[in-house]
């Protein structure tokens, strides 16, 4: 049998408050927070529903000058999936995504599966050495009509300005990110949604314990001991973000973990969706976990691995309708 | 001050010999080795010199089920760049490197800085609503000239089969890789160079004391210990590459440990040069350590920040020179 690295009590417990009072923001933070806060406001303005969209994964550096890291598995593909959809559904989207993560509409053209080169083709066909002015580039025929559709609705996002992307590595970016666009999201009340997609760490290293330099090797075993992140979903919930609709989501790989850890985060901060999903099966497979005053329901979303439909559709689909409902009951209520 | 987090003694230490031993192969390695076996035939049949680029980070992970890992820091770019003047200079070249890392060629149109999405154009201008079998996909005319420059440069190379692709993720998929891509090369002699500029992991978790599924968090801190991964460069020159001419790259953070440390490097393992980079300058300076019988000698090359000159071309051209030199020194001595 496998023995895990072994969890040890002891280090020091970081609330979110204490987080944020002792780790520095991000130099971009103020800037990054400008830019995001007009794009709000002009859609809380017009009335348009707005989601962040938080995606890919986190940094953990082990070096002030970075050199080695901690980091979670993630391309990034439900984020960016999902991002589409929320914007062919009418959402405004906020894209908050891990550096070099996958993006709406260029993760369909993927350096590494589907190169973009691959599908240009020089006409009339001529080799680097006699390359001339007269030389066109052209889309091979046969991939045209996919990459029309993609590059019209990117065109058309941009065009009517629905799509804002800001970027993170470091945890450290992502929960400064996080607090201070929650914050300015006030201003849409229930019409703002939390889709927190992004595999964020739940250890850290605080600036406090990190090495000036790289760290290093040749004297012995490498020895690191991480802090808890604080869970952040609480003062989402109950300060940054009270009347917006929170989705977060639960990855594991033991499936029997999968819905005791889902019902346990729903119910110990308060807010709206748990999705749950399974290393191996989440391309096909998600569980919706939802707490209505004291009842806990569960809806399994799933597609065929051979369907040419994208699980994100569903999700989507379903979570607006969700949405809805929620924003509708602010409504008599007030 | 900051302080580093601690070094122990007392875990096992690895030889390469112990490490692949004790250390499964990744699944892909046997069809791996059959498709560069061929491709490096072909070329050691034609006489020409073929080069092993090694590029980005390797990843160690904390899980079987992979959810976090350690990982160095590198976006390939040094690899990359690399690669494409080696192309150029008419080396066949074998470009290994970390999954989703940039590549050659594409590198000049990543998603995230360069988005090819933004020069291509719909004519006549559509919306995604009215999009009709007639729109056509052209590229701007004012990014026409250097896309066609890099396409053609790119086709060029595959039509002539200089370029053979391989990919890892993990510090044990890239020194398996590596070994059996070494041995392979044996075949080129002193035709065989190898550019490893790979950041390749220090430490890594031993297989049998790796968690099998997500570590769970909420119990306390993270606890890590790692061993040393063992120093292949010496096994590399005497066993697997004898006759290869062998690039290494040292990169650190603080510059007064650069020259000492590419030193101790050249003159512990016998391999041909070593290339110093600082984090923070790496793209305009570089210090190559060479060691001819009892001299070392040091070589700076420096490009300014505003040029538009890459300094990847100067090293290669240096190298170049070098590995002639070196190929040149064979033939006389047998």
């Known amino acids: 049998m496998a023995t ?77 999936t999902s991002a589409e959809y929320f914007l062919k559904s009418g959402y405004a989207v906020i894209f908050m995504h891990r550096q070099f993560s996958l993006q709406p509409f260029s993760r369909h053209y993927s350096h590494s599966t ?45 065009a009517q300005g629905l799509l804002h992307t800001l970027t993170f590595v470091t945890v450290n970016d992502y929960l400064w990110l996080l607090r201070a666009i929650s914050q300015e999201m006030g201003v849409l009340g229930r019409r703002g949604m939390y889709y927190l997609a992004a595999a964020v760490s739940d250890f850290f290293l605080p600036r406090q314990k990190m090495s000036e330099h790289k760290i290093q090797s040749g004297k012995g075993s490498l020895h690191i ?31 029997n973990l999968l819905i005791p850890k889902a019902r346990q985060a729903l119910e110990r901060y308060g807010h709206q969706v748990v999705i749950g999903n399974d290393l191996h099966h989440r391309k096909y497979r998600v569980v919706l976990g939802k707490k209505g005053g004291a009842e806990y329901t569960e809806t399994w979303i799933e597609t065929s691995p051979t369907a040419h439909t994208e699980i994100e559709e569903e999700i989507i689909r379903e979570l607006m309708w969700r949405h809805q409902k929620w924003i509708e009951k602010g409504v008599v209520k007030s």
Request: proline share 8%; net charge negative.
């Open 114 to 158: 589907n190169p973009f080169l691959d599908f240009l083709e020089i006409e009339p066909p001529t080799s680097s050495a006699t390359a001339s002015a007269g030389a066109q580039i052209r889309i091979q025929p046969e991939s045209h009509a996919e990459l029309l559709s993609v590059l019209s609705a990117y065109k058309d996002v941009h």
């Open 225 to 255: 001991e991480m802090d808890q992140v604080p869970k952040v979903l609480k003062p989402m919930v109950e300060e940054w973000a009270r009347e917006g609709y929170i989705v977060s989501f639960k990855l594991e790989t033991d499936l």
């Open 4 to 80: 895990a690295p072994p969890l040890v009590d002891g280090t020091t417990v970081f609330s979110a408050e204490s987080y944020f009072a002792t780790q520095p923001p991000p130099t971009s933070l103020q800037l990054d927070v400008e830019n995001v806060s007009g794009f709000i406001k002009r859609h809380a303005a017009s009335g348009r529903n707005v989601v962040l969209v938080t995606s890919g994964g986190t940094t953990v550096p082990l070096e002030l000058n970075v050199v080695r890291f901690l980091d979670n598995f993630s391309a990034g593909t439900r984020g960016a």
